[in-house]
């Protein structure tokens, strides 16, 4: 009887188990009441009990846990995940990831203690207390937490007298009491199949990391939402410097970054806030060229000396706020990579120029006039509300952006579109804005947009396939240059229009029947042209080329719909692609070369709609829940293989078929591979043949035993006396001697041997292997 | 097969391959339906080591060996060992000769060819322990002059396994000595009804008397036994066993190096009864018993399991 047997034991590691749950509960939130605490350690304890109540003992404590042992820690892993969203609805606390995952080890260990009965998973149960005590130890010095690690270490010492009174007793245990353990036959099977997918999973790992693309590497990181850039940011993670999404801002920072903060850096160039310290030193002498800027106000400066580094660029590994163990450390200047960066879910279309009349004969589109002083209200908090979005009921949640200027050239405050609200830290009054066109915002006053601002955005969201047909606008409500085609065009383009959409409903499927034909049919070609002498190479687009720049597919589309009675505009504009994002800065740069044209459709509502006809392009849609994202794509999945049917049904019949004769096709690499490379001597030879038979042995359920010889293995499986089979009984002779008898010549040719095992080969096939009856193993 | 084998030693084995077929006929005659035991005493006696036969009376343990005298050609002694019996009794002693007014040594038993100690645990461990430099060293020592005895001296040991009032159970270093234990058990019905029908008509037993070996020819087999070659990784097999044995709860003692070659000469034997000229696991998981169960401290009924549980625990080569 092992230690582990009595039932003493397993009730103090349950024990222990209890005490290690109700430190981590404390540790996990030590600004908790600690009853509460306790209150939630007991719940997930009772769980535990009431698990091991059902949890059957088992017949050997010594076996293996049966395999449902290991879906039922999964799933007691699993709880604590799946318990954190509830949590966090309900009370709105909630755990970061890590502590999520020590929350699992609880439970797993927890569950390994309702398991009890079987010795390896006490064990485990003991290791993963001990795991856990210590991490509660190391996590927090809440005097609680202290008492309870007194608890633990004194039923600790419980445990381990326990464990060696019930050794003393195996060891002293009347003979008559004693209970024979009889060792399995064939010993314990290596798991070759899961250590040959664990070896390449780490190797894999490794190669990625050493040799890989750094932004494949920068994704491994990215499967913890702390590490950020995956989009999602957990408000309940613990960033740490250099960590996470955001810039630190410093108490006594020696660089300006990306950062919204109450303290700026007294910096003699043209930024957007006047924070210069006068209070000591020189006068302040302003530029020749003072653009506008905002007062500070009661913002605390930090005093520059000398030069300040030139910040252009958001990273997490640059923050203003480290006074680690190299403080006098000043950080470098980093160049901007574009004009601006985004961070938040791309793609994005920032408007720069919005065109509403398209002049035919010049063949160019004509700017949008300058809105009036319509302008916004500020709400507190540096938050100015910008678009009125009545309750239309097709728009969904507003989703937030940061734009941050890194080089801009112009004054514009990069803005998605559907923006509701903006807020730039410290630019408190509406005056500071003005609109360059309708929904393309620029600071007032200024010829550009400083470094380092960081315009917060929150823009609404709709899903257009949902969008009503009394959602779309119509001329009659909207100006006439929104609507006009030229009349040199118009049959043609409506003719063209009608083809494509005419047949569909009006709304959102005659515009997406435009826009999905022009991104299927046509190609995008930036280097394509008309000549210079074609009166309308927007129809030269449409109907002889079929290829052109993003300025043709935009016009195209906007006078299409336009046909269609849709109001419609062109944009001018940069596109933040997905395909730029950084994972590293989990930024997404914008450069000047991003620019980009797409069209618009008004709403009724009088908000503008982005739409891409552009190939390779796309517009953001609207946040999904992950349930709904699951479905869209397990929908376009099912549409994929809906439409490569043929193939798959190929390609998974040759796997079905290849799994069902896995062995048979494994069984002919390999004789066809010792065909072609026996081996030099015919001690390997044989020893390859006999390899194959005892592979085909093994599948069919005749394993060799590791106590029997090929001999004493070969006559017990096939239940064949001797000399029934000469060429078997031949093989087995010649097996014995290529393991076992000295370096002699053997009593046969080489000739003889390679004929012998072809033949044992050719005649011994798997299927006569499965066929043969069992019978007792030799010795067994 | 020892027609093939025209490159090997047993191939110079071959001539005499008719005397170990009269040993095993003349041996199985005498004891009946229990080739497999004759097997293990003609290893044993070819592998140089003693026996030890532990069994109920009356069940051929002292024809068996009265046999192997016979059959071998040389002298049988045969000691009945008693609680009285004293180490001179066994290897003899000397006496004064008034005639020559000198000290002459009369050999005892152990000057034999075959010597069957019946009943040798219920002779004192001082005589037992007598026998130990006969049959370890095959020579005795008489008031301080060595005498050597045959080099084919060949001990058969008989003990009774039910009786222990009175008894002296054999101490290890003497069971080491021994090369098998083995039991012959009751013989099959057909056994014994040839064995009764064999009996009628003879008014006493008709031991065998043609010695099937002539002089010498026991040893050279024994030379010849020891040449039988036994490959590296059998021999680490055997080393890997015998530390097996060392490591198994519930082995008290374990396998000793002299025990060790021990077994490996009789798994030599063992090859060289089956016509092979090397020796494979298979020898060796087949002799385990026997050559185990005389020298580990197991508890009685559990040899068989514990060795089992050994042969499990080590992989054969392949």
Redesign the interface.
Known sequence: MAPEFSSMVRRATFVLLALATVAVEIAASDGRAVLQSVGLAAAWVAVAACVGWFVPPPDDPRRKPPLWVLLLLLAMAAASFAVEPMRRDWTGDGHPLELQMVCGLRNVGLGLAACAGWVLCLRLACVVSLFLILFAAAMTNHPVVMVVLGLYTATGSVWLMLAYWAGLRSDFVAADKAVAIEVEAGGERVPWLGLSFLVLALGGAVALVVIGPKRAVLSLGEWLPTSGGTGEIDPFARYGIGDGPEETAGENAKAAGMVETDRVIEDNRKSLIDAVNDTYGPPHKPPKNQEKMIAAGQAKVIENHGKLPDNRRPSRDFDTARQGPQDAKRPGSQKARGLFEVQGRTPLHVRVVVYESYDAVEKKWIEARKPGDRLFDAEGGDWMKLGHFNDAGWYLGDERHKLKAADMKSNLVPTPAMVTRLRINKVDRPEYYEWDYEGVLALAGRNRTPPGVVVTTDCRTLDPRRLPEAAFGTSGGAPPALTEVPDAIRPAIERIAREWAGDEPRGWPQVSAILTKLRTQYTLDRNAAASADHPVPVLWFLTTSRRGPDYLFATAAAILLRSLDYPARVCLGYYASPDAYDPETAHTPVKSSDLHFWPEVRLRDRHWLVVEPTPGYDVLGPSLPLSERILNTLTTVAAWAWRHVIELSVLLFSLVAAWFYRRELIDALAVRIWVWFPGRTWRDQVRGAVAILERRGHWAGKARPRRQTVLSWLRAALAMPTHTDEDLDQLTRMAEWAAYAPDAPPPWSADEVLAVCHRVLGSWTLRRWQDANPTPALGA | ?TQ??T??SLARAAPNAGHIDGLRAALNKALRGKADVVERVLACLLARGHLLLEDLPGLGKTTLAKAVAVAVGGRFSRVQCTPDLLPGDITGYSVFNQKTREFEFLPGPVFSDVLLADEINRTTPRTQSALLEAMAERQVTVDNVRHTLTPTFFVIATQNPVEHHGTYPLPEAQLDRFAMKLSVGYPERDDELGLLAAAVGHVADMPGHEAMLAEGQLAALQERIARI?V?Q??QAYLVDLGRATRAHPKVTLGLSPRGMLIWQRVAQAWAFLKD???????DV?EIAGPVLGARLGIAPGAAG?VI??L????????
């Open positions: 097969m093939t084998l490159d090997n070659a490959a990784n059998v092979r000229p090397f020796v494979t696991p298979d998981q399991s089992d549980q042969m499990e625990s080590v992989a054969v080569p392949v």
